[in-house]
């Protein structure tokens, strides 16, 4: 069992639809990630939360959308996707910027 | 910049055969190394990581690996492998005071009877 939750697991999206991802962990880590893995790809990262602060975005598309409400919850907030951003995005956590990450299970994105 | 370098997409074996997926990184300042294993339509677990100290790292599932510097190398090895361990493995390397972690290309791991 994964001790960070994604849900949903899985997601189907038209293009013009306004969706999000969840993501919670309650180890007490201060810094969450978004990850995106694209079939027979390696992971690839998104954005990184720092103590509840933005820290890095890997200059993704503004149609992703993060958002830290608090150190225990981290969302997606999806708009306006295209075909091509169809993929598993996976949520980690880790104690520290640095420490080793640990992962969810992933939301498997399709946009229709 | 870090990158890493899994030379084997794929790595066929016999169940109880000794394995070894080969890693290489290169990075202009020191690092962190890890490895993560990923089972069908799962997310990644970690299988070990090296932070510092002793160079031959054990972790979970009876694997182990071996930081060696001078050839940059990071290579995962187990001595006998099971059906369960087929599976995904991606090496990572990390920038010693950054936190992106950046992946391999991942080495399929097929364990045959």
């Known amino acids: 069992d994964t001790e960070v939750t994604q849900t949903p697991k899985h997601l189907v999206m038209g293009m013009t639809n306004k969706k999000s991802l969840k993501c919670e962990q309650h180890?007490?880590?201060?810094?969450m990630y978004w990850y995106k893995q694209k079939a027979k790809k390696p992971p690839e990262l998104m954005f990184v939360?720092?103590?509840?602060?933005?820290?890095i975005n890997e200059s993704v598309p503004s149609r992703f959308s993060p958002e830290c409400p608090n150190s225990s919850l981290l969302n997606l907030h999806l708009h306006a996707l295209q075909p091509e951003d169809s993929a598993l995005y996976l949520c980690?956590?880790?104690?520290?910027?640095?420490?080793?990450?640990?992962f969810g299970n992933g939301t498997r994105l399709t946009v229709t | 910049a870090q990158s890493v370098t899994q030379l084997d997409s794929q790595v066929p074996v016999f169940e109880e055969a000794p394995v070894e997926l080969r890693c290489n990184y290169s990075?202009?300042?020191?690092?962190?190394l890890f490895w993560y294993v990923q089972y069908p339509n799962q997310g990644l677990q970690l299988l070990l990581k090296?932070?510092?100290?002793?160079?031959l790292v054990k972790g979970i599932n009876g694997f182990e690996a071996e930081f060696n510097k001078s050839q940059t190398s990071f290579h995962l090895r187990k001595p006998s492998v099971h059906i369960s361990d087929t599976a995904e493995y991606f090496c990572?390397?990390?920038?010693?005071?950054?936190?992106?972690?950046?992946f391999g290309a991942g080495t399929i791991l097929r364990v045959k009877s």
């Open positions: 939360y720092s103590y509840e602060k933005l820290s």
């Open positions: 990572a390397v990390a920038k010693e005071y950054g936190n992106k972690l950046v």
């Open positions: 990075s202009s300042v020191s690092v962190y």
């Open positions: 180890m007490g880590h201060r810094a």
């Open positions: 980690a956590s880790s104690q520290e910027p640095n420490s080793p990450l640990h």
């Open positions: 090296y932070l510092s100290g002793s160079t």
